[in-house]
């Protein structure tokens, strides 16, 4: 299926661990995304690659760390696993139009994470 | 600044009533982008719709239906004859094109629809 792929689904640590979660999309898309939603729901955006190139980089602590092995996968690794890192991580994917950003944005399932 | 503001937390109607969810935006481009995203209980964000700012003209799709008026900078959104799985958190967002292709995101509002 052509979509949005992330994993794991979900993701239950310990305080101060290491984590990954993986991001891949076979739409061909040109950028990709990282959200991060709390529990109260809120949606904010941490970080975007634009073909395996850093675009965006929200006021997230240094703990968050993307990699981009690829312009179809977009990772990310989190150093010193906190509590308030609890919260439901979603990837999101953007075509390029003509070379014009398009601005519609394709999400993944989310990885829920959490951090005991 | 972007700024995405619903209003309405939480809404409960009864099923086949009409529904219209709130948003208010605030942006100084003249190009922008304008969404609404669906997340149901399982917790996929499904996209609805995507408006760009010349384009002011009213959309419907089915049961839904948009009205985006840029002199009060609203992008409100109905349900018309509401169901039960139209149960959900729905958020209202905002692109602009000037900047980077983020997405602001509302803080959304969560509806119940009663049967």
């Known amino acids: 299926d052509t979509a949005v792929s992330q994993t794991p689904k979900y993701l239950v640590t310990q305080m101060g661990n290491d984590k990954s979660i993986k991001c891949e999309q076979n739409?061909?898309?040109?950028?990709m995304y990282w959200y991060k939603q709390d529990s109260k729901k809120f949606l904010k955006i941490m970080f975007s690659?634009?073909?395996?190139?850093?675009?965006i980089n929200e006021t997230v602590p240094n703990r968050f760390s993307p990699k981009s092995p690829d312009k179809a996968h977009l990772n990310l690794h989190i150093n010193s696993l906190e509590l308030g890192d609890s919260a439901v991580y979603f990837c999101?994917?953007?075509?390029?139009?003509?070379?014009?950003?398009?601005?519609?944005?394709?999400f993944g399932p989310g990885t829920r994470l959490t951090v005991l | 600044a972007q700024k995405v503001t619903q209003a309405q937390t939480e809404i409960s109607v009864v099923e086949k009533e009409d529904v219209t969810l709130d948003c208010v935006y605030e942006?100084?481009?003249?190009?922008?982008?304008l969404f609404w995203y669906k997340q149901p209980p399982s917790g996929e964000l499904v996209f609805l719709i995507r408006?760009?700012?010349?384009?002011?003209q009213n959309e419907i799709s089915g049961r839904y239906s948009w009205n985006f008026q840029k002199s009060t900078s609203s992008f409100n959104f109905t349900i018309t004859a509401s169901q039960v799985v139209d149960s959900a958190v729905y958020f209202c967002?905002?692109?602009?094109?000037?900047?980077?292709?983020?997405?602001?995101f509302g803080k959304g509002t969560r509806l119940h629809i009663l049967p």
């Open positions: 999101a994917s953007s075509p390029l139009v003509s070379g014009r950003r398009t601005n519609e944005q394709f």
């Open positions: 739409l061909g898309h040109d950028t």
């Open positions: 690659y634009n073909n395996k190139e850093l675009i």
């Open positions: 942006t100084r481009d003249t190009t922008y982008y």
């Open positions: 408006r760009n700012s010349f384009d002011e």
């Open positions: 967002a905002l692109s602009e094109e000037v900047r980077d292709d983020k997405i602001i």
